[in-house]
């Protein structure tokens, strides 16, 4: 049996111009990989889905836009337009929204609110911290993204984009 961990508030990998903090990885568990994020102002992730992990959500400060299901037509641009075709809309939700996603599913999150918003944010399996770390690499260049680069990026990391990630304002 090995040790468990407790980590204080503040804590963790910050892994930089991605606002993310790992608080538990690949070095500590097989299963998950566990974050808080902060989401600034205008960021999109942009819509995609991931062929083997699952993702889940929660809301602990701010607003974000939630899109959780396969739409009846995917549009490379505009994910909050998107509908399914049982009739399910983007969601907006606060403090205490939750938000599961299977593998496979599309999905997206989006702050379209002037203030920041902060998530706890799992992954399973582990590891989802070596494709943030690239990304914010990429993230950090001058210019706009360059979104070739995330695109091939995220196909390395089994993430199929749908739609641009956009970085949101500074």
Known sequence: MTD????PPGSGQSITSAGMTLKVGADE???WSVFEADVGPGFDVGAHRHGEAEELFYIIEGELDLLAFEPRIRTAGDWQRW???SGQRVVRGGPGSLM???A???HAFANPCPAPARMLFLVTPAGHERYLRELAELLTADGPPDQPAIAAL???HDIEQLTPLK???A
């Open 167 to 169: 970085p949101g304002r």
């Open 104 to 106: 496979g599913c599309p």
């Open 4 to 7: 468990g961990l407790v980590l």
């Open 83 to 85: 509908e399914s075709a």
């Open 29 to 31: 568990s097989a299963r």
């Open 100 to 102: 599961y996603v299977p």
């Open 154 to 156: 995220r196909f390395r």
